[in-house]
């Protein structure tokens, strides 16, 4: 900051009243024009006042009087400096204040000098000369006046000097420094610095824009002037636009434009008006600038240049309109402004119901009790996005008007935070609509009718955003176009070596679910795309199937190896509304709890991350695996798995050549019109014929999903995607194979022992003993191996640990045998392997007689075996006779208790 010299000078004059409030022109009381020196200088018995303005008569002005012709000569800066706490109690300013403050005082003085300062009993004063007077004629003047009031307030808040910007008025008057003030016997006499008849010169002449630009905000707050507060303001649901009450109008506006009064518009936020009180002007005519109407705030302000109207405030123009009338014009200000008023108050309750009747429904969705938003990723899939603290007050802020009333006029405020979170955790939207997801292309409903028509669906609940642009001619298709459709499909996957026909139609159900997962309320299966080799396009393959049904690209995940994460990533996909979901290249076996759930139930339920809160929402996606020579881990993964085998000789799979579709990504991406209008025809097809049943084999829990997809497919003449018999499913069942292991290694053991029932110490000392001998099967090998990667190392040779696992396999069929008791030896349990061909007693050989004359079983179900069998004769060597603890129809059932069946020491079974 530079400095000129020190301008020596003629003190300019200044107006002296006895105080401020004596009448102002044109209704004067005398007032002394004395130069400023004399006026800081002099002791007055009476509170005395000075205006930092040579007046042109000896009169205090005011802003009217410039009208009147009069004007005055701007000569001095007076910046009024408070302790602002101190005010705030109504007491005098305190010691370390002013301590502060003659530090700051100093400094500035350091870099401007010549300024005169002096304390006053709320703070202190500091004055400067103009370098050159400024004649204030006109608002014009006022506000350039004003303009550089505050851009020095400005210079003086950069040494931490904040000098009070309200002064900024041309007509104000300054308390001298040696005034009597009222109900005082002495004249003020706190202390002064510099000399009061030679003032320095305020040598800023010019400033920073930056700082031009700060104080033109800071003066436009002058122009919001009060207006009276409306009683009959109501929160309405509006429209959805909004673009800033600066752009909008205000109550007096539509009031003025209801009568005609509304003139041409002078500058923005500015119309010439009829004066509703024109009848008593002397002079001019309507719409001669003289009367006009800010529009610059929620209510309008009026100001009339004539004599008669110098007088009137705001709420005289508001009583010329009837309550009617205002209610109609603020009527049309909701209809124009978009936005609802709601007046924030103690009163929570009320302003809850308020915000709550003003929430559009046209943006804001409710989403498993949640508020939501749609919004659209980087890979151009739109999702529901839960509404943060931070999101819901900036869209309240968008619709609602909140304002509070003070000193009869509107503030408007920020949305209150507990509103914010009321509104959150309120549970009840009435205003607003349920939405399950945003889709991009059309899906079925529930009655067979397409959804195409885009917006938000009341029947479905979906919102449809299409990304694909899709004739009508799929509503009722031939037989040409249903060929045409298919071999479109068809021809997209030619390059993929698939195993079979079922895994070929496999796609097409993963395709087509798209487009009913949201017409069935039943759960769908995996879809796990399997490979014999790394590179043959399983990931591709999958990713198209996707592409095409939703319309957009879905990125690919990683399958977490814990539970816990697993449910994390299915509580967000089911918060997103999320329609497909791709975990890519699983690694080791698959099949774990929280699949199981996802493939049998469409309900979820799951405590929030960071949060003690319930989650509870629809799983409405559709779940693709990709792995290479799938291994489940639990026959009821296998159950609920649609397995899509690829299968390659190619030693690089990745590098055939050959290929009649090189880009498939690129292919598809460029007819995925084509592609969505051939799957819709595939299943309107079907639809169109009456939705005929196929009378294909039943598949467990996905009946439903069934009904949508394979009928279909079958119907178009293609094979079956759902084989009871999959080898994939089969083979691949890594439980299946250690329970066989388990009846296997029990088997052997009755058979060496020759007994048809063991304990588990006699099984466990069996294996010792052979293991001892050199000559334990392979079998009791495998047995023992699959204890230890069950239970654990010790678990070998623990009983409890053994016992435990048969509780847990019990009954479980596998290839027609399974473990089962076979009840108490001196309060030892007995197991044994029972068979739905026989007793399976001595390695799994038949003998004796079966339920209903079947030859050495109990029926084909493991639940219809003997489960707890009795002991005639506890001797060694005696027979043994088991029966069913319920015998159906008096019928006995023979366990004898060698391989070939032969009794015990020459004893004859009854």
Same mark, same amino acid.
Request: proline share 5%.
């Given at each position: 900051m530079t400095s000129l010299p020190k301008k020596n000078g003629s003190q300019p004059s200044v107006l002296v009243v006895a105080h401020n409030r004596i009448p102002a022109h044109p209704k004067p009381s005398h007032a002394d024009i004395v130069a400023l020196g004399v006026g800081l200088r002099a002791v007055y018995a009476t509170d005395a006042h000075f205006s930092p303005y040579e007046p042109s008569v000896p009169y205090r002005l005011k802003t009217e009087s410039l009208r009147q012709g009069e004007h005055a000569t701007m000569s001095a800066l007076v910046f009024d400096l408070d302790d602002a706490k101190s005010k705030r109690a109504k007491q005098a300013a305190s010691m370390l204040w002013r301590t502060e403050t003659?530090?700051? #005082?100093?400094? #500035?003085?350091?870099?401007?000098?010549?300024?005169?300062?002096?304390?006053?009993?709320?703070?202190?004063?500091?004055?400067?000369?103009?370098?050159?007077?400024?004649?204030?004629?006109?608002?014009?003047?006022?506000?350039?006046?004003? &303009?550089?009031?505050?851009?020095?307030?400005l210079v003086l808040r950069e040494h931490h000097l904040k000098a009070d910007m309200a002064c900024k008025d041309w007509a104000r008057l300054f308390r001298l420094p040696h005034a009597t003030r009222a109900g005082s016997a002495q004249p003020e006499s706190l202390g002064t610095h510099g000399d009061p008849e030679d003032i320095g010169v305020w040598t800023?002449?010019?400033?920073?824009?930056?700082?031009?630009?700060?104080?033109?905000?800071?003066?436009?707050?002058?122009?919001?002037?009060?207006?009276?507060?409306?009683?009959?303001?109501?929160?309405?649901?509006?429209?959805?636009?909004?673009?800033?009450?600066?752009?909008?109008?205000?109550?007096?506006?539509?009031?003025?434009?209801?009568?005609?009064?509304?003139?041409?518009?002078?500058?923005?936020?500015?119309?010439?008006?009829?004066?509703?009180?024109?009848?008593?002007?002397?002079?001019?005519? *309507?719409?001669?600038?003289?009367?006009?109407?800010?529009?610059?705030?929620?209510?309008?302000?009026?100001?009339?240049?004539?004599?008669?109207?110098?007088?009137?405030?705001?709420? %005289?123009?508001?009583?010329?309109?009837?309550?009617?009338?205002?209610?109609?014009?603020?009527?049309?200000?909701?209809?124009?402004?978009?936005?609802?008023?709601?007046?924030?108050?103690?009163?929570?309750?009320?302003?809850?119901?308020?915000?709550?009747?003003?929430?559009?429904?046209?943006?804001?969705?409710?989403?498993?009790?949640?508020?939501?938003?749609?919004?659209?990723?980087?890979?151009?899939?739109?999702?529901?996005?839960?509404?943060?603290?931070?999101?819901?007050?900036?869209?309240?802020?968008?619709? $609602?008007?909140?304002?509070?009333?003070?000193?009869?006029?509107?503030?408007e405020v920020a949305p209150p935070v507990p509103i914010v979170r009321a509104i959150q955790t309120h549970g009840e939207w009435p205003g607003l609509d349920d939405i399950r997801a945003v889709v991009e292309v059309p899906v079925l409903r529930q009655d067979g009718s397409l959804l195409s028509v885009p917006g938000y669906d009341e029947t479905t609940k979906l919102l449809l955003l299409p990304s694909v642009n899709v004739n009508d001619n799929f509503a009722d298709p031939s037989l040409e176009e249903l060929c045409a459709a298919k071999k479109l499909l068809l021809d997209i996957i030619q390059d993929f070596p698939f195993s079979s026909?079922?895994?070929?139609?496999?796609?097409?159900?993963?395709?087509?679910?798209?487009?009913?997962?949201?017409?069935?309320?039943?759960? &769908?299966?995996?879809?796990?795309?399997?490979?014999?080799?790394?590179?043959?396009?399983?990931?591709?393959?999958?990713?198209?199937?996707?592409? &095409?049904?939703?319309?957009? %690209?879905?990125?690919?995940?990683k399958l977490a190896s814990r539970v /816990?994460?697993?449910?994390?990533?299915?509580?967000?996909?089911?918060?997103?509304?999320?329609?497909?979901?791709?975990?890519?290249?699983?690694?080791?076996?698959?099949?774990?709890?929280?699949?199981?759930?996802?493939?049998?139930?469409?309900?979820?339920?799951?405590?929030?991350?960071?949060?003690?809160?319930?989650?509870?929402?629809? $799983?409405?996606?559709?779940?693709?695996?990709?792995?290479?020579?799938?291994?489940?881990?639990?026959?009821?993964?296998?159950?609920?798995?649609?397995?899509?085998?690829?299968?390659?000789?190619? /030693?690089?799979?990745?590098?055939?050549?050959?290929?009649?579709?090189?880009?498939?990504?690129?292919?598809?991406?460029?007819?995925?019109?084509?592609?969505?209008?051939?799957?819709?025809?595939?299943?309107?097809?079907?639809?169109?014929?009456?939705?005929? *049943?196929?009378?294909?084999?039943?598949?467990?829990?996905?009946? /439903?999903?069934?009904?949508? #997809?394979?009928?279909?497919?079958?119907?178009?003449?293609?094979?079956?995607?759902?084989?009871?018999?999959a080898a994939v499913v089969a083979q691949a069942d890594e439980e299946t194979e250690q329970v066989t292991a388990l009846v296997e290694g029990l088997s052997e053991a009755l058979r060496l022992e020759h007994k048809p029932r063991i304990t588990v110490h006699d099984l466990l000392r069996l294996i010792d003993r052979r293991r001892a001998m050199g000559s334990l099967p392979a079998v009791l090998a495998a047995f023992e191996a699959v204890v230890i990667q069950q239970r654990g190392p010790a678990a070998a040779r623990s009983t409890g640990a053994v016992g435990n696992l048969f509780k847990k396999y019990r009954t479980r069929p596998v290839g027609g045998r399974w473990i089962d008791t076979a009840g108490l030896v001196s309060g030892t349990m007995t197991w044994t392997v029972a068979s739905s061909g026989g007793s399976g007693g001595g390695g799994g050989s038949g003998c004796g007689r079966g339920q209903s004359g079947s030859p050495g079983g109990v029926g084909g179900h493991p639940h219809g075996a003997p489960s707890i069998p009795s002991q005639k004769d506890g001797a060694t060597g005696g027979t043994i006779l088991l029966r069913h603890p319920q015998p159906k129809l008096g019928q006995t059932m023979d366990w004898s208790g060698g391989a070939d069946c032969r009794p015990h020491h020459g004893e004859e079974v009854p």
């Open positions: 003659s530090t700051k #005082v100093g400094q #500035v003085l350091s870099v401007l000098p010549g300024g005169f300062f002096y304390w006053t009993r709320g703070g202190a004063r500091l004055i400067y000369r103009l370098h050159q007077p400024l004649v204030v004629r006109s608002e014009s003047d006022a506000r350039e006046w004003q &303009m550089l009031y505050i851009c020095a307030c800023l002449t010019t400033f920073p824009s930056a700082l031009k630009a700060e104080a033109e905000t800071l003066l436009a707050k002058k122009y919001r002037k009060k207006a009276p507060r409306i009683t009959t303001v109501k929160a309405r649901r509006t429209s959805d636009t909004h673009s800033g009450y600066r752009d909008e109008h205000s109550v007096l506006y539509f009031a003025f434009q209801s009568r005609g009064w509304l003139g041409a518009r002078v500058e923005p936020s500015k119309y010439n008006v009829v004066c509703p009180f024109r009848d008593g002007h002397s002079t001019g005519v *309507d719409q001669d600038n003289s009367t006009v109407l800010f529009d610059d705030n929620l209510h309008g302000t009026v100001f009339c240049s004539h004599t008669s109207c110098s007088m009137r405030q705001q709420p %005289d123009f508001f009583g010329v309109f009837s309550d009617d009338e205002l209610d109609r014009a603020l009527d049309a200000k909701h209809k124009a402004s978009g936005r609802a008023l709601v007046q924030v108050g103690p009163d929570e309750y009320r302003v809850l119901e308020e915000v709550l009747s003003a929430l559009p429904s046209s943006r804001i969705y409710i989403h498993n009790r949640e508020l939501v938003l749609p919004a659209v990723g980087h890979s151009g899939s739109a999702s529901l996005r839960p509404l943060s603290e931070a999101r819901t007050r900036v869209e309240l802020s968008r619709r $609602i008007y909140f304002y509070t009333v003070r000193d009869e006029a509107h503030q026909e079922q895994a070929k139609s496999g796609f097409l159900a993963h395709l087509l679910t798209f487009f009913v997962q949201y017409a069935i309320t039943g759960p &769908m299966p995996l879809f796990v795309y399997d490979a014999n080799a790394p590179g043959v396009g399983k990931t591709l393959l999958a990713k198209m199937a996707m592409r &095409m049904g939703t319309g957009v %690209d879905v990125a690919p995940q /816990e994460e697993q449910r994390k990533v299915i509580t967000s996909l089911t918060r997103d509304g999320s329609r497909a979901v791709l975990f890519d290249n699983v690694v080791g076996s698959l099949g774990s709890s929280v699949l199981d759930i996802v493939a049998t139930t469409r309900l979820w339920k799951d405590r929030l991350l960071g949060a003690n809160t319930t989650y509870e929402g629809t $799983i409405d996606f559709v779940t693709a695996v990709t792995v290479n020579n799938v291994v489940l881990r639990a026959r009821d993964t296998a159950r609920r798995v649609l397995p899509i085998r690829l299968e390659t000789l190619d /030693e690089h799979p990745e590098q055939r050549a050959g290929l009649r579709i090189r880009n498939l990504s690129g292919y598809v991406r460029a007819r995925l019109d084509a592609l969505v209008w051939a799957a819709l025809c595939l299943h309107r097809r079907w639809v169109v014929a009456g939705m005929p *049943d196929m009378s294909l084999p039943p598949w467990g829990s996905f009946e /439903e999903w069934s009904h949508f #997809v394979r009928n279909p497919i079958v119907f178009a003449g293609l094979a079956d995607p759902y084989d009871p018999n």
